[in-house]
């Protein structure tokens, strides 16, 4: 069973558009939404991170929206650039009572291409 | 050095064969994750220590698959009789555990293949 579903399997985006990455999760357990870049022979890198008490999160170009009711959750990269080109992994995870994070749970990636 | 660093980077091993894949966690990280990521997917839990006791364990495939961390740092991805279904880009993680410090770095990963 997928527990996080994760959309378009692949982008193209001119330079200076908007990237919109989606993600949806089934597991209400679940309270902490990461997003990981990965480029070819590298591992995955923390873009950035959402929990469920807001609904927006934005860091620089990237942007976090959070639909909790819908279970939803997406990417928005602002301004796309030739170097975001990547594949680009949502994530979701419980964090314990201890404050660390448990496994995460991830999707299958979306491989985004940013046409010059 | 400053980030997760993984041992072999490639790894090429015969059918039947055991393989060892080492794992040096970012100094002073309690958590330490084990993923499995096959080619075009993302990467999928096998298991995960705070300091030297493994927690959960719950993704390993199979009895094949060990892990230890036996002093809380460096841990060992184990897989004895490996098989074709077994390659993959093995990554190691691990993070900070102080209050919501959640975030994960990952290693480059070691690329096993299975011939």
């Known amino acids: 069973q997928q527990q996080v579903k994760q959309s378009p399997q692949s982008l193209i985006v001119q330079k200076g558009g908007i990237s919109i990455i989606n993600c949806a999760y089934e597991?209400?357990?679940?309270?902490?939404f990461p997003w990981y870049q990965q480029f070819p022979g590298k591992g995955p890198a923390l873009l950035i991170a959402?929990?469920?008490?807001?609904s927006e999160k934005k860091e620089g170009r990237f942007t976090i929206s959070f639909n909790k009711s819908a279970k939803q959750f997406s990417l928005h990269i602002m301004d796309s650039q030739p170097g975001d080109s990547a594949t680009y992994f949502c994530?979701?995870?419980?964090?314990?009572?201890?404050?660390?994070?448990?496994?995460?749970?991830f999707g299958k990636g979306t491989h985004l291409i940013i046409q010059p | 050095g400053a980030g997760v660093s993984q041992s072999p980077r490639y790894k090429v091993a015969k059918r039947g064969q055991d393989v060892a894949l080492r794992c040096d966690p970012i100094?002073?990280?309690?958590?330490l994750f084990w993923y499995q990521q096959a080619l075009g997917q993302g990467p999928e839990f096998l298991t995960y220590?705070?300091?030297?006791?493994?927690?959960?364990k719950s993704g390993l495939p199979s009895d094949r698959f060990f892990a230890e961390r036996p002093e809380g740092s460096v841990s060992t991805l184990k897989i004895q009789r490996t098989q074709q279904e077994d390659s993959a880009v093995y990554l190691c993680?691990?993070?900070?555990?102080?209050?919501?410090?959640?975030?994960?770095?990952f290693g480059q990963g070691t690329r096993l293949t299975v011939v």
């Open positions: 993680a691990s993070s900070l555990f102080s209050g919501m410090r959640t975030e994960a770095f």
């Open positions: 100094s002073g990280h309690v958590s």
């Open positions: 220590f705070q300091n030297e006791a493994q927690l959960d």
């Open positions: 597991n209400t357990a679940f309270d902490y």
């Open positions: 959402i929990r469920p008490d807001v």
């Open positions: 994530a979701a995870g419980v964090v314990n009572s201890g404050g660390g994070a448990d496994g995460l749970t």
